[in-house]
């Protein structure tokens, strides 16, 4: 297809486990971002990539959420040690630059449970 | 930092009743104010970018407006299909690489 797509589209797991979370952004876009929105909650920006950049991790709200980025393209968000409250759904976008004119593409998200 | 605020949370009118969305915001120096659309179990769709007080945006139905405070989103004659939760947000001069912040939204529901 040729918007972003997330992997998986849900995902239950239980209390401590670590979990990945995978976007493929729409080929050419440079910039990827990654959100999470929490039941009656905005969008939370978690982390930022531009091009070969070293990424803007500012959003991330603790050191058990690391996500990396290869050949410029998909993107993998990882929770080690999952808690409850990391429970949301976790949403990629992706843009032609810096997203400047604010125009992101999203995908569906992935929405994770933890027990 | 940016702080942006949707009223009212939820709207339920009926097919064809004109209303408005409020988005108040506080960002030091806007680089840009957003509205989107999100439909449920969806991610948000862009609909309009303003970036300076004064400037209007439309498509179909709906017509985004810009103050130095807030933003507008007016809904003419809607029909259920516009029933969705429709999302501002606003990035700053000191944004940068951060992203949007958002608001919390506002659920819009359109009986028909």
């Known amino acids: 297809g040729a918007g972003v797509s997330q992997s998986p589209s849900n995902k239950v797991t239980e209390k401590g486990k670590d979990v990945e979370l995978r976007c493929d952004p729409i080929?050419?876009?440079?910039?990827l971002y990654w959100y999470r929105q929490s039941l009656g909650q905005g969008l939370e920006f978690l982390i930022y990539?531009?091009?070969?950049?070293?990424?803007?991790k500012s959003g991330l709200p603790s050191d058990r959420f690391s996500a990396e980025r290869t050949g410029g393209s998909v993107s993998t968000l990882t929770i080690q040690r999952t808690q409850q409250e990391d429970s949301a759904v976790y949403l990629c976008a992706s843009s032609f630059t810096s997203g400047m004119n604010g125009e992101l593409f999203f995908g569906e998200g992935s929405r994770l449970t933890v027990l | 930092e940016d702080q942006v605020t949707q009223s009212p949370e939820a709207l339920r009118l009926q097919e064809g009743e004109s209303s408005s969305l409020n988005c108040s915001y506080t960002?030091?120096?806007?680089?840009?104010l957003f509205w989107y659309r999100q439909d449920p179990g969806k991610g948000p769709e862009f609909l309009f970018t303003?970036?300076?007080a004064g400037e209007e945006k439309e498509k179909e139905r709906l017509k985004a407006t810009l103050t130095k405070k807030e933003s507008f989103l007016h809904i003419t004659a809607p029909k259920p299909e516009d029933s969705a939760t429709y999302l501002c947000a606003v990035q700053g001069a000191g944004g940068g690489a951060d992203g949007l912040t958002f608001g919390k939204g506002t659920h819009l529901i359109i009986q028909p």
């Open positions: 303003l970036y300076s």
């Open positions: 990539f531009q091009g070969n950049s070293a990424p803007d």
């Open positions: 080929s050419g876009h440079t910039a």
């Open positions: 960002v030091s120096g806007l680089r840009g």
